[in-house]
């Protein structure tokens, strides 16, 4: 029986079915305005972006221009692309304009949509960045649909991991920007880091469009953007710290091996605090805000005494701490414990204690979005996360419809009692598709679940095919009966590389079988019969341009459009899931593999009781019941309700993963907010002239507090510190005052007292001033300012990071740690604003003149940190090392540090992570 919703849905349609219908009126006519463009030569066509930009000049608003600019990407994108847009993909592109989320199928041509919001927000001048997964999508969607921007008359730029600032300004200057979501974050924190405007590379963040936007705004924003460099020595400091260590007793401190933990009893604190007071490095609880930083410097000395044995967790060689891999028991040469573990461990073992790396900026992908002014996405697959995007981004998420019917068949999961029973059923699938002639893919959820089904294929009799050489796909298949027979198969796990992007579109032809770990759209669809073009790429090469390779190319598309007819005969795609995903996009994402712009398909997962997901539901209820009602081995159950019940199981655990995001970007707000501040004022400074005025509001503020510190408003005159105050005038401003004379005079006051110092102070400074040139002193002043101000910036980071840790135990008293976290960092930062006056003036009031004008100071060498979510591997690793050009493959001595994910230096083609770096 239908609810009333349900009844009310099918007469009135669904609120998206609405949403779409109010679009056609635009659809018609941007169609009504084809006949007359398609008669218009190339310069007319072009000429008609200079039109359009004079409108805007004259105040026309960029929704008055939609319906021609439409209509003009649309006739430019036949003539360079020979690709039509469809109406659904008209409706996608005005979705997008409206900062929206287009949810479209994959093989709906999300990368043409884009064009469409692009070319007409690219209008205004103001830069429109397209944001990709990878570097490869960025410099193939670049490259492609330059092609219609250019066109058009517009620049198009495409920013790389590599280049250097004076290529990416050029790159960012331009209309129409490709990135990747790394690469526009970090250069947002580095752009924070610069001296001078003319330095900065961005010019703003106008609007924005996110292809893949689940997948960078949800999956890879569960974790910040982080650059971090080298600090000052605090070896001392760890060494001091570790020395106590030894002297707490077991009651101090509460050790949990199994969940690697240990943490200090009050008696434990206690004690600590004492010796910590003795020795004159705390005032006061070993908790309270300032104190910060030697809480975490005793958890880490506590931890590497009492939870990291030597010879097990790590060995001591050649005098450095060497991490022992728990799995394989192998040193891990390079690697090291993040957060001072690895100094405490050092210290511990009296070797000689590394510099540490700490942060210098950070921000997550949820803040640095947010400050676009306009920010839209696309996918495959957003409805599931449609609260989030509404309550973190404010993006509505619209579904677009189809351009043809999905055919595809999803079939109810199979719920076998083991695994064993599971993997056998799907090999029986993968022989049955493959002597039918039909492409298969299957879908796993990690690297080891992909890896046991190869060698379950390979006990099967098939063959893993080796894809080290680029061209390689291209022999797999030639398309007839006796190839199709031969049993091979292809593993991708997937690192979005260009080759796995070779090797999956050829996926759809006939009696392809491959294996894909979490493989979602990702910019590349799986065709039937093949890609054609990435066919004739990789056969043809760099054959010249003649009737020789007209012949060819006409022949490989000949050969593609057969292979797709006995694809589509042997019933499309078969896409095959091994485990039900904690989230149901990804699950969605793989089915939507199948199935593209109408085509036959079909999709289904196997399930065991021994799968994660199913364990949550309590295996030994089900197995026995499953055992009762007579479920014989092999045998699987199949039913419509099971579908259900995982879809609830799903929900939960997808509300739990949204509620800890949602959780985590609250603590984060709390530092953006002052990180926003901090580069705002930054900015500001940088653009003006001098900062004399902001130096004198400096100087002035630190008088009126030490005058209020030491000579309070309601004390008599007998209790005024007047030799306190004396000396804290001679500290910060180098300056012997006669501030006990001056008090002593009759009837003077508290204020007459300030005014008097700054009269005397500024005369004092103006003289400083007098030795240098106006303009050197413009340029000293900026320098120890903005300086000043990083330094201490870097320094509240750590600080901020270190209260986190600890703010947790806040709760133990019935405190909110959220609202603890907020007042402490606000006290923090006030703190900051107090030590940035009284840094700066002093430096100034004690400069001297030099025969040049001093440099501003490098931040030094920097590297950029973004810790996969999925596999805890940092993406960035290495980031900031030797220059590329600078590296003899013949001499690893060269290389410098070497990013996980890079090609090897040695040229072997293979990821450096897989060759030298490869773990011994």
């Not at 012949?551 to 005969?569: F, G, P, Y």
């Not at 270190?802 to 907020?822: A, H, S, T």
């Amino acid at each position: 029986m239908l609810g009333l919703g349900k009844i009310a849905g099918k007469i009135f349609g669904t609120a998206n079915e609405r949403t779409v219908r109010s679009y056609q009126s635009k659809v018609d006519a941007i169609n009504a305005l084809e006949p007359e463009l398609k008669d218009l030569t190339d310069e007319q066509l072009r000429a008609r972006t200079v039109d359009f930009r004079q409108q805007i000049e004259n105040g026309a608003s960029l929704d008055d221009l939609l319906i021609p600019a439409f209509a003009t990407v649309r006739e430019a994108a036949k003539r360079t692309l020979g690709q039509r847009h469809f109406d659904v993909q008209l409706i996608g592109g005005m979705v997008l304009h409206e900062g929206r989320i287009s949810e479209m199928k994959t093989g709906e041509g999300k990368t043409l949509v884009a064009t469409l919001p692009v070319y007409l927000n690219a209008l205004s001048g103001k830069g429109v960045h397209v944001v990709t997964v990878n570097d490869y999508l960025a410099s193939r969607d670049a490259g492609w649909m330059g092609q219609v921007y250019r066109f058009l008359g517009l620049s198009v730029g495409v920013i790389l991991h590599g280049l250097n600032d004076d290529e990416r300004q050029a790159a960012y200057a331009c209309d129409v920007t490709y990135a990747t979501n790394n690469e526009l974050g970090f250069d947002y924190l580095r752009d924070n880091m610069k001296y001078e405007l003319n330095q900065m590379v961005q010019r703003g963040h106008d609007f924005a469009i996110v292809d893949e936007v689940d997948s960078i705004l949800v999956d890879e924003a569960r974790t910040p953007l982080i650059i971090s460099g080298p600090v000052e020595d605090r070896s001392e400091l760890y060494t001091t710290v570790d020395n106590y260590i030894p002297k707490l007793t077991e009651e101090h401190f509460e050790l949990d091996e199994k969940q690697r933990t240990v943490i200090l009893t009050e008696s434990g604190t206690e004690a600590m605090e004492q010796m910590l007071a003795d020795a004159g490095l705390i005032k006061g609880s070993l908790y309270d805000v300032e104190n910060v930083t030697y809480v975490h410097h005793v958890n880490q000395a506590l931890r590497a005494h009492k939870l990291f044995l030597r010879d097990r967790d790590y060995i001591v060689r050649n005098n450095q701490v060497m991490i022992i891999d728990e799995f394989t028991g192998r040193m891990m040469e390079g690697r090291r414990y993040s957060e001072g573990l690895h100094q405490a461990l050092e210290a511990k073992e009296r070797v000689p204690i590394q510099p540490e790396n700490v942060t210098l900026a950070s921000i997550t992908f949820q803040n640095y979005f947010r400050l676009y002014e306009k920010l839209a996405g696309m996918t495959g697959t957003a409805l599931t996360e449609a609260a989030e995007f509404a309550d973190i981004y404010g993006l509505d998420v619209v579904e677009i419809p189809t351009n043809q019917p999905i055919s595809r068949a999803d079939e109810d999961d199979e719920v076998y009692r083991t695994e064993d029973e599971k993997f056998n059923a799907i090999i029986s699938l993968v022989d049955d598709c493959k002597q039918r002639g039909q492409p298969i893919l299957v879908g796993t959820t990690s690297i080891d679940k992909s890896e046991r089904l190869a060698e379950l294929l390979k006990s099967a009799g098939y063959r893993q095919k080796n894809f080290d050489d680029a061209n390689a796909f291209s022999e797999l298949y030639d398309g007839d009966q006796g190839r199709r027979d031969e049993k091979v198969f292809a593993v991708l796990n997937a690192r979005y590389h260009e080759q796995e992007a070779q090797i999956i579109t050829q996926a759809g032809i006939p009696g392809a079988v491959t294996i894909a770990t979490n493989m979602a759209g990702r910019g590349t669809d799986i065709q039937l019969g093949g890609n054609a073009d990435m066919r004739i790429a990789n056969e043809l090469g760099d054959m010249e341009d003649g009737a020789e390779r007209r012949r060819k190319e006409d022949e490989i598309r000949a050969d593609v459009e057969r292979l797709k007819q006995v694809a589509l005969e042997a019933g499309g795609l078969c896409v095959v899931g091994t485990e039900r995903h904690e989230s149901r996009r990804i699950d969605n994402q793989l089915r939507g593999r199948s199935g593209r712009q109408g085509d036959p398909g079909r999709s289904r997962f196997y399930l065991s009781l021994q799968d994660d997901l199913m364990r949550i539901f309590g295996t030994d209820r089900m197995d026995s019941m499953l055992q009762k009602l007579g479920l014989q081995e092999g045998e699987a159950i199949v039913h419509p309700w099971i579908n259900k019940a995982l879809e609830k199981a799903q929900q939960k655990v997808e509300a739990r993963n949204f509620d800890i995001r949602k959780n985590l970007l609250k603590f984060d707000d709390v530092m953006n907010d002052q990180r926003k501040a901090i580069f705002e004022q930054r900015i500001e400074l940088m653009h003006g002239e001098g900062v004399a005025e902001t130096i004198a509001d400096m100087r002035h503020h630190i008088i009126d507090d030490l005058v209020d510190a030491h000579m309070p408003e309601k004390a008599y005159a007998e209790q005024w510190d007047t030799d306190g105050l004396k000396a804290k005038i001679q500290e910060v401003f180098a300056l012997e005052l006669p501030v006990g004379d001056w008090a002593a005079e009759e009837g003077i006051a508290q204020e007459d007292m300030a005014e008097r110092l700054r009269e005397t102070i500024d005369k004092a400074f103006a003289r400083k001033a007098a030795e240098f040139s106006p303009e050197i002193m413009r340029r000293i002043e900026k320098a120890v300012l903005l300086q000043t101000l990083d330094h201490l910036w870097r320094d509240h980071i750590v600080q901020l990071e270190q209260l986190r840790q600890v703010i947790g135990f806040r709760g133990y008293g019935q405190r909110d740690p959220l609202n603890e976290y907020k007042t402490e960092a606000f006290a923090l930062f006030e703190s900051l604003l107090d030590r940035l006056r009284e840094a700066v003036t002093a430096q100034l009031m004690r400069v001297e003149l030099v025969q040049e004008p001093p440099e501003l100071e490098p931040v030094g060498e920097m590297e950029g940190h973004h810790i996969d979510p999925f596999t805890g591997e940092d993406d960035m690793q290495g980031e900031g090392g030797v220059a590329t050009a600078d590296r003899d493959p013949n001499n690893p001595a060269s290389w410098g540090r070497v990013g996980r994910n890079e090609p090897c230096p040695c040229g072997s083609g293979k990821k450096y992570k897989h060759c030298h770096g490869r773990f011994a």
